[in-house]
């Protein structure tokens, strides 16, 4: 079931009260840290703060730019991608399924 008025924000919120329990701080702000990449980014280029609206499409646009970004500065710490993977997956659980097969 959709849950409606879900933002990209309070997952976030969520997501880090949920790590600060398992996680050590640094990995916690880490995380954070690029999850709040992803967020900057889709209000830059006009991605929707309402999850349930956020599509595969989003989420592929948004690692193409990480990988032509990582590029630019040649750098390859493909760690930067596991707290946006596992971020990808909650918005999963919370929308209609459109991220499903990241």
Not at 36 to 50: E, H
Not at 60 to 83: K, R
Request: glycine share 8%; aromatic share 12%.
């Amino acid at each position: 079931m959709v849950q409606e008025g879900i933002s990209t924000e309070w997952l976030l919120k969520g997501f880090k009260y949920e790590l600060e329990s398992t996680a050590r701080p640094r990995t916690v702000e880490y995380y954070c840290g690029e999850i709040q990449r992803f967020l900057r980014w889709a209000n830059a280029v006009g991605v929707p703060s309402d999850i349930r609206l956020i599509t595969k499409y989003h989420i592929q646009v948004f690692f193409h730019y990480l990988t032509l970004l990582l590029h630019t500065v040649l750098t390859a710490d493909a760690t930067s991608l596991g707290g946006l993977s596992v971020f990808a997956g909650l918005i999963t659980e919370h929308c209609d399924g459109s991220l499903a097969g990241l």
